[in-house]
């Protein structure tokens, strides 16, 4: 009995989120490690953004409405960024010998709110890689998920240090993977009724998309001034070539 490919989707989707959470609340890993998953998640996007999203958004509409759609798609990002609270992985300290405030734990929920609502978008682009290819769906929702897993560290730890309840921290942080479910759920379906065309056009808006997180948080959050160490530049290649040896299989 095969297992739907739909279901393994949706199972990566979540991930993400919820094992951040886990290892918020039970033993945050060190920056580096954390830095090399936002790195490598990096070049996963960027190479499916350009080698398949891209290619694909063209084939299925024009360059000009590929190109349109890469434009908006990064300033769909752009207006979240500068309207709704977000987290940049490494901004915010997890450091449990400061002294707690509440203002952190303020801070925690305003950034799992914001967190919620910049993960609406991030599942329909998910959902757009089925709309063409099963395998670029799936190799979306990997990167994502490894993207938000920083993100769940760095929300639910601090919840936790400040409140003390380790299952309530991990629920709300978790609570983070809802809008990635909603989102393809809202995406796949609606892919069924609209023209061809518009399909390309969001095809390339996922590509803006994911272009702006690299660009914006993943790349700058990694390779940090102070980090005295190159193996975020190959967790970013090895990332791109992953995507590329994928699409050899």
Do not use: Q
């Amino acid at each position: 009995m095969s297992i739907n490919p739909l279901w393994i989707i949706l199972l990566i989707s979540v991930l993400g989120p919820v094992i951040g959470s886990a290892i918020g609340v039970f033993r945050v890993p060190s920056k580096l490690f954390m830095y090399n998953m936002m790195s490598f998640a990096a070049g996963v996007m960027l190479a499916i953004s350009f080698l398949e999203l891209i290619p694909e958004s063209i084939h299925l509409s024009s360059i000009w409405i590929c190109s349109i759609g890469v434009l908006l798609g990064a300033l769909v990002m752009f207006t979240l960024d500068k309207f709704v609270p977000h987290i940049h992985p490494g901004s915010i300290s997890t450091d449990h010998d400061k002294k707690c405030h509440k203002s952190l734990k303020s801070t925690a929920i305003y950034l799992i709110v914001g967190i919620f609502l910049h993960n609406f978008p991030e599942g329909m682009a998910i959902a757009t890689g089925s709309a063409s290819n099963i395998g670029i769906s799936l190799t979306i929702a990997l990167a994502i998920a490894i993207h938000n897993i920083p993100e769940g560290i760095c929300t639910s730890a601090p919840y936790f240090y400040c409140t003390k309840k380790r299952l309530k921290s991990f629920l709300i942080s978790s609570s983070t993977a809802i809008p990635i479910l909603v989102g393809f759920i809202f995406a796949y379906f609606l892919f069924r009724y609209i023209p061809i065309g518009v399909i390309g056009l969001i095809t390339g808006m996922t590509a803006g998309l994911m272009i702006f997180i690299s660009s914006d948080e993943l790349i700058p959050c990694s390779c940090r001034k102070n980090l005295d160490s190159h193996s975020t530049i190959f967790s970013l290649i090895i990332g791109v070539l992953f995507v590329i040896l994928l699409g050899a299989l």
